[in-house]
């Protein structure tokens, strides 16, 4: 099992419209994330977890008056340990999509990030098989973007590659190694494009938004049987969007509204 690096820190005082205080109350709940995509999950310079994705996470501990602890973990190793149950649920921005709810359950949607090419600028690649033939792209190990890459773009003639972290994909972008990368949009946006290192980099052509590979937004993932703490979260997350939680973490990341995101 992956060390779990952090815990946190939740006031057990009884707060107005909190969901089944009595079954969650003081109750540890073991959360999988992988802290590589900024501005969603990633760790400031003293490796304090921080994001939308974990603030979001926090807030619905909070309202079940949980002990939700952070176990660290590759993004391809996400189902996986969930299923072994080394965690509880993953609070890492994953994808609702039909493969992935063949082997688990998802909570409603929390965020929504259509999936987008990243391109040196002058570039004339576009998100098409045609255009990115005989090309390299990078995209994240287990990530629906690399589903589709395999399903649609590999057979094509494109040289998929996938790194187990969405850095490692940034960083050989950078360097020339890749002639593209593909991920989710908000990830990219907010955690590399509107950075210094991304600065030489865009966007190519609109957003991939097949709902065979890129669903109806991202979730919680969990297993199947824990039907309780699904509803539960559920519950939560109609309370903080309800109450304005939602929208204050939502301003202090972003400059638009995530949860309907284009």
Sequence with gaps: MKKIITTVSLALLAISGSVNAADWSGKEIKLGIDPTYPPLEFKTADGKLTGFGVEITEALCAELRARCTWVEISFDGMIPGLLAKKF?????????????MEQIAFTNKISN????????RGSDLLPTAESLKGKRVGVAQGS?????????LRPAGVDVIAYKGQDQVYEDLIV???????QASIAAS????????????????????DPKF???GDGIGLRKKDVALREDLNQALATILANGTYARINKKYFD???????
């Design 176 to 182: 020339g190694r890749l002639d593209a990368s593909l």
């Design 256 to 262: 638009f509204d995530v949860y309907g995101a284009k």
């Design 144 to 152: 629906s973007q690399e589903a589709y890459a395999l399903a649609v």
């Design 88 to 100: 509880d649920a993953i609070a890492s921005s994953m994808t609702i999509n039909q493969k992935r």
């Design 113 to 120: 990030a259509p999936a987008r090419l990243v391109v040196k």
């Design 214 to 216: 890129f669903g109806l």
């Design 190 to 209: 907010d955690g590399f494009l509107n950075k210094p290192q991304g600065k030489d980099f865009m966007f190519a052509g609109p957003a991939l938004e």
